[in-house]
């Protein structure tokens, strides 16, 4: 199985700043990564898809990037509901697995 | 707009079957998409069951170790898994959701999601 690895495993941050949620995959997988938001008690949201392909109806703050095994996804000027937990997705390979995701705190 | 639902017993004895059903409405589960079920134990991440599409055969995660099956309801627009010889170990949030297309296989990614329901395995 591919293993997706995210970092930081949590990280605090003020609204209106920037942040950035790395995850490596453990081998090469191009562009077949995923990018979710979950908020506690509620689904998955998908936010990118072919790790640079915004969502319709994802606000532009949300972008993402990489290629091969790394790959960011990124939050300019964080919003009060963009606290929550992300996750990365590989579709390379079945099966299909998650980053074991990264939590974003208000500081 | 596409909704999904999921229904099932909330409570599942050890060794017994977990039964899951996802009712699909603004789509037809026999159109060009895959449908799927991922499931989230407590206070952990996300993790794949299986999917299919139309309908095809279904493919799984081989962590289940064969114990899982799919099978669709057209009448209902409704597709469900069974999950036989179930321990605590899963006991999670099951999830139904929509694939991608056939064209976008490769990108297996899943745009809609039911709101889960909790399953626990207890004597």
């Known amino acids: 199985d591919i293993q997706m690895t995210q970092s930081p495993s949590s990280l605090s941050a003020s609204v209106g700043d920037g942040v950035s949620i790395s995850c490596r995959a453990s081998q090469s997988i191009s562009n077949y990564v995923h990018w979710y938001q979950q908020k506690p008690g509620k689904a998955p949201k998908l936010l990118i898809y072919?790790?640079?392909t915004l969502q319709s109806g994802v606000p532009s703050r949300f972008s993402g990037s990489g290629s091969g095994t790394d790959f960011t996804l990124a939050i300019s000027s964080l919003q009060p509901e963009d606290f929550a937990t992300y996750y990365c997705q590989q579709s390379y390979n079945t099966p299909y697995t998650f980053g074991l995701g990264t939590t974003l705190e208000i500081k | 707009q596409v909704q999904l639902l999921e229904s099932g017993p909330g409570l599942v004895k050890p060794l017994e079957t977990l039964s899951l059903t996802c009712n699909v409405s603004g789509d037809s589960i026999t159109n060009d998409h895959y449908w799927g079920w991922i499931r989230q134990p407590p206070g952990k991440g996300l993790e794949w069951i299986g999917s299919?599409?139309?309908?095809?055969?279904?493919y799984f995660n081989p962590s289940l170790q064969g114990r899982a099956t799919m099978s669709i309801d057209k009448s209902k627009n409704e597709f469900s898994l069974r999950l036989n010889s179930v321990t605590a170990t899963d006991t999670a949030v099951y999830f139904c959701a929509r694939g991608p297309t056939l064209q976008y296989y490769y990108y297996y990614y899943m745009d809609v999601w039911g709101k889960g329901t909790a399953v626990t395995v207890s004597s």
């Open positions: 299919f599409y139309g309908t095809g055969s279904a």
């Open positions: 072919s790790a640079s």
